[in-house]
């Protein structure tokens, strides 16, 4: 064998293994992506969980809010079905922002029914709907820490997947880019709100 030719394989297998490394880091971060959203994943179980709970201990206090009631309990279903979506492929752009805006919507809803049970005393003074509210509080907080680890890792997975020379392996095979779960959707949603006396 010449030299010419060695090199030449020396070449190939340099290119081969850092073609088979690149590939392995791309599905390594892209798993990093489903790992993080399986922790997304606990906490929204938890909430969807949660949730029946505190419309029930609020429903024998409001009857007559019965359309509040309603709203959360389809908000929450919405929100459920949109997460199934994400954990069946969870760097799916769409499915994430499907998911964030579920998310959002249900977070309304149950911003309306505290309104509502502010508005009644017996029902603030209950003990289940404290100790449920405390309970959906602390895993609002857990689920904005996952959402933040969701998005690093999906930060992580983009950045490699759009650096060249590594894209190349990204696009040969198929990796796309995954969506960033937010927390606001819209513009309106960002602007400043204002307090007026």
């Given at each position: 064998m010449s030299t010419t030719q060695i090199l030449s394989w020396v070449v190939v297998a340099v290119l081969v293994f850092w073609a088979v490394?690149?590939?392995?880091?791309l599905v390594r971060l892209r798993n990093a992506i489903g790992n993080a959203f399986a922790q997304i994943d606990v906490q929204l179980k938890r909430r969807y969980d949660l949730i029946p709970n505190l419309v029930e201990t609020a429903r024998?206090?409001?009857?007559?809010?019965r359309e509040t009631l309603e709203a959360v309990i389809a908000a929450r279903n919405q929100a459920?079905?949109?997460?199934?979506?994400v954990r069946v492929?969870?760097?799916?752009?769409?499915?994430?922002?499907?998911?964030?805006?579920?998310?959002?919507?249900?977070?309304g809803?149950?911003?309306r029914?505290?309104?509502?049970?502010?508005?009644?005393?017996e029902l603030k003074a209950d003990q289940t709907l404290r100790e449920l509210s405390e309970e959906l509080t602390s895993t609002e907080n857990k689920v904005a820490f996952a959402r933040q680890a969701f998005n690093d890792a999906a930060l992580d997975y983009n950045n490699a997947a759009q650096q060249f020379p590594?894209?190349?392996i990204a696009r040969l095979f198929g990796f796309k880019e995954a969506g960033m779960l937010q927390s606001t959707t819209s513009d309106e949603e960002r602007k400043t709100l204002r307090v007026q006396f």
């Open positions: 490394g690149a590939y392995n880091r024998k206090y409001i009857a007559h809010e459920r079905t949109a997460a199934e979506h492929r969870p760097t799916s752009a769409g499915s994430v922002g499907a998911l964030a805006i579920a998310e959002q919507a249900l977070e809803t149950l911003a029914l505290m309104a509502v049970v502010e508005n009644y005393p590594t894209n190349l």
